[in-house]
Every structure is written in structure tokens, then in C-alpha cells.
């Protein structure tokens, strides 16, 4: 069997190759860390760049088993932010200098709700001046959705393939169509085609995942070519139908442990990508995101949603920063930031390097 560093000298990745590395005692663990960072300094040099995140509506047609905001938990209120009230988030980050701001919601597929967010991205360019990079993340919808809301001004698109293994998909999922992880893969291309930066990503530690099903994850995430990627522990939430399975899954501290490496690990595959150190990471440990900064992230997401709205957008438990209003959080973070030896771009896009040299590279030519 190789050893770490004799992997990590190859080129090309096989699944039992990263699997090996994500097994490696903590006593070689530095190996990896230090690979990525070297890296991550030569590609994407040690910037973090913000995305105010907003999530501005809990409303969701969806049911998967995982989270919390899923259509049949009654126990929640729904919220719809009106415009104003994401204007102002908006605003926030402008005046804050972040470079950009992530809208994300629940998935909702009517006429009314493709055609607001159309009008929202447009009003977010002239509250902005044009200067903010706008994310959408609201989940399935058709290439014309898609195609619309880039052409009204947002420029990349989150959507999580969540496992890449079709069978783990199906049993974290309801056995329907509205749950098709060949709906996800199509939705991917189509986001695509359609001329983002497509982010993607999967959750770590779910019940019945294996190593070999992470290793794939990664392996599938280089294969589609992504430009962003947020991973992150799967944490349970009381109020769904995979809780009853918690006693199965790795302890919280495995979670993380299993994260960190993961985010190194796709550093060094997929070397200009952008990678989100996520919320979820905070959940298990308050350090947990400045852990991924160091292991290889450099996108961290501060929650811009008005704090009185945050305790019904709880996709899990445990959630951080509650009650914590904009301007604290982004107070919190910089200090943060600063011990770890990155510092923070404002002001500037972020724009993930991967897609940037893809459109040079006419890979993908943008529409
Ligand atoms: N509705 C959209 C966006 C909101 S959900 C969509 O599904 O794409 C955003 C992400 O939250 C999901 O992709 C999923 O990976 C994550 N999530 C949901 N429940 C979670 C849980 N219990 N633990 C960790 N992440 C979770
Ligand atoms: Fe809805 Fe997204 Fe939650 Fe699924 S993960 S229930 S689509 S908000």
C-alpha cells in the first residue's frame, strides 16, 4: 500500500488512493494540510473572500429526509422576506465592502416566485451600482429559469448534488420524482450551459456513507468540472425522518475531522476552485471554519438575513449566529480571519479562478 506522501506526489487520484488519505492517521495528516496550503497560497493566494448570505425564504415544495425547512415540518413558520427587506441586507453588504451576496431560499417553482427573483436581481443591480456578484441558490428549476435569472444579473448558482451515489441519494430522499438525483445531474448541466459559475457540493457524514462514496464525491465534483464547492458535516435536526437514524452516524468530532480533510483533499485536486468553509462547519465546532480556511477553503458566507427571521431557516441543528445581527457577525469574523494568516478581500468579486480560466480556455464560452 503507498504512503501518504507517495500519493500525494501522483498526479492523477483513484478512489483508493483517496480514500487511503482520508483514512491517514493524524500523525501524517500534516502531509495533506501542508500540501494544500502550498497550493492554495500558488493559486488562489491567502485571500477569504465574503458573500453575505440571505436567506430569504423557508417556503420549499421539497421534503428531503435531512433537513429542517422541509414542506412537511409543521412545526415551523413560514417566511418570505419582501424587497425591501433584502434590499437592505443587500445594502449591508455593499457598504460593508463585501464583494458579493448569496440569495437562497427554499425551492419554489411558480411563476410568481421565478418572476420576483427576476425583478430582485435587477433592483440588487441598481441598489449596488452594478458592483456586487450576485449567487443564487434556490434549487431545481428548468434551463429557461436558469438562463432568465443570469441574463436579470445573477452570475452563479449553488446546487448541491448532495451524494454523489445515486443509491445513498435515493435513501436520504422521498422515493418521488420531485427527489431525482438525475433531475440534480441534468439541473447541473443546465446551469451550466447556461453560463455560471456552478457551485456544488455534498454533505459529509451522512447515514449509510461509506469512504469509498466521499472519495467518489470528490472524484465526481472534479469530473463535472465545478468552479465552487461547499461541503459539509451533515447534522442531524429533530424535526425530520433521518433523525431516527443519529445513533448510526459518526461522532460530530469524525464529522469534522472527516470535513477538513475532504476540503483539503479537493484543494489539491481541483486547485483554483473556489471552496466555502460552511455554516454547518461552525455548528460542530466554533472554530470549525477557520479549521477550513486553513485546510483549504477560501469563501466564508456571514449570515446578512435579519436576525429576527434566522430561528425558522434552521435546516439543522445547532445552527450558529441565531441572534446575532449582520454587523456582529462581520466584527467576529475579521478578528478571526486575522489569526489564521489570511486576510479578507473586500471589495473585490471573488470570481471562482477556475471559471475564469475556463472561459479563457473556451471551455465552456460563455453565452
Ligand atoms: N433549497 C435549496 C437551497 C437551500 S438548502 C437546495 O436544496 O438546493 C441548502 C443546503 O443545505 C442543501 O443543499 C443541503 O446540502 C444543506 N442541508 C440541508 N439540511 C442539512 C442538514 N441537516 N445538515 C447539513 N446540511 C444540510
Ligand atoms: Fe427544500 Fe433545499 Fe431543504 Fe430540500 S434541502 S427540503 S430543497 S430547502
Known sequence: MQGVAEILSTKTFYPENIVSLLKASADEEHLIFRKSAEIKEKYVQNKVYFRGLIEFSNLCRKNCNYCGIRRENMKLLRYTLSDEEILTAVRFAYENHYGSVVLQSGELRGRGFINRVSRLLKKINRVSDGKLRVTLSCGEQTYETYRKWYESGAARYLLRIETSNPQLYASIHPNDQLHSFHTRLKCLESLKKAGYQVGTGVMIG???????DMANDLLFIKQIDADMVGMGPYIEHKDTPMYN???????????????????????????????????ALKAIDPFGREKAIMAGANVIMPNITPAKYREYYLLYEDKPCLDEAAIDCLQCLQMRISTTGHYIAFDEWGDSAHYVRRCNDNKYPIP
Open 245 to 279: 437514524l443519529k445513533d448510526t452516524l459518526y461522532n460530530r468530532k469524525e464529522r469534522l475531522r472527516i470535513s477538513l480533510r475532504m476540503i483539503a483533499l479537493l484543494r489539491i485536486m481541483m486547485k483554483d476552485i473556489n471552496i466555502a468553509a460552511t455554516t
Open 206 to 212: 451522512l447515514p449509510g456513507q461509506t469512504y469509498e
